[in-house]
C-alpha cells in the first residue's frame, strides 16, 4: 500500500494529495496516534478475576478523552497459562471474548485488545504509569 499512497500523492498534486490522504485515513484509520496500553483488570475494571468487577471510576470518560491522542489498546494477561493451574475449569481461548463484550457492555472506548506478556510503549497499570484510582490525574498527564 506504501507504493500505491507514494505514486497516487506525486499524480495529485497539493491539492489532491490533501483530499488523498483524507480518504486513505478514512478508509485506512489513522494509524498516526502513539498507542496507550491500558491494563483491563484493576485498572478498567475492580479486580475481581476471573470475572470482571464494575467500571473504575471516571474510566469511560478518561479512555474516551485519552482516544482523541491515543490508540488506546486494552491489555491483560488473562490467556496466561499460570491461571489454568489455579482454576480447573479456566478457558483462556475465551478471555478476549470476555474483555470485549466487557468494553461494549459497559460503553468503554478502545481501538484494540492485545494479550502478550509485556506490550511496548505507553502503559497505565501496575508498570510505568500507576493506576491507583486516579484516572483523572492520569488523562490530564498524559494530555498535557
Known sequence: MGKLKSAAIIGLGISGTIAFAAVLRAILGDNSKPTLYVDFD????????????PP???????????????????????????WKKIFSDYKPKEQQAFIKDY????????????MRLKPPGIYIGDECIEYNTNWREISKRLLK
Not at 484493576?42 to 468487577?53: H, R, S, V
Not at 490508540?71 to 497459562?81: F, G
Open 103 to 114: 468494553m461494549k457492555t459497559n460503553r468503554l472506548y478502545y481501538d484494540n485488545i492485545e
Open 56 to 82: 473504575q471510576p471516571y474510566v469511560r470518560e478518561s479512555l474516551k478523552r485519552l482516544s482523541k491522542k491515543y490508540s488506546i489498546c486494552i491489555h491483560s494477561c488473562r490467556t496466561s497459562p499460570h
Open 42 to 53: 484493576g485498572t478498567i475494571c475492580k479486580d475481581k478475576f476471573p470475572n470482571a468487577g
